[in-house]
């Protein structure tokens, strides 16, 4: 099994940014996918942030992140970053971190195809 936990959530101005960080333990080694999700009220769970561990840290953005975000991973302290930066209110959001351990040609995009999670850290931009 593998555990996430989330830190680094909080509330901040519009334009300004937040680093998100995940530790996974556990099986972290046995992971191929990690990614940050993000869950706004009364919206679906949505995929932010894809690291492709098995593609030499591939990664991809949903449009709405693109040039604002950026997904790391620091390996030897198995942890996974998410840089945000020219916060706007619709980032608001609960922020999760997930893991697959399964084997893909890419990561997915879908929540329902992630077996690990962590409990969410709160975004809030005003």
């Known amino acids: 099994d593998v555990q996430l936990v989330e830190s680094g959530g909080g509330s901040m101005q519009t334009g300004g940014s937040l680093k998100l960080s995940c530790s996974v333990s556990?099986?972290?080694?046995?992971?191929?996918?990690l990614a940050w999700f993000r869950q706004g009220p009364g919206q679906e769970r949505e995929a932010v942030a894809l690291l492709d561990l098995d593609e030499n840290g591939s990664t991809s953005y949903a449009d709405s992140v693109k040039g604002r975000f950026t997904v790391s991973q620091d390996s030897a302290k198995n942890i996974l970053y998410l840089q945000m930066n020219s916060l706007k209110p619709e980032d608001t959001a609960m922020y999760y971190c997930?893991?697959?351990?399964?084997?893909?040609?890419?990561?997915?995009?879908?929540?329902?195809?992630?077996?690990?999670w962590g409990q969410g850290t709160q975004v809030t931009v005003s």
């Open positions: 556990g099986d972290a080694g046995g992971q191929y996918c």
């Open positions: 997930a893991s697959d351990n399964r084997l893909r040609a890419t990561c997915p995009g879908s929540s329902g195809q992630y077996r690990g």
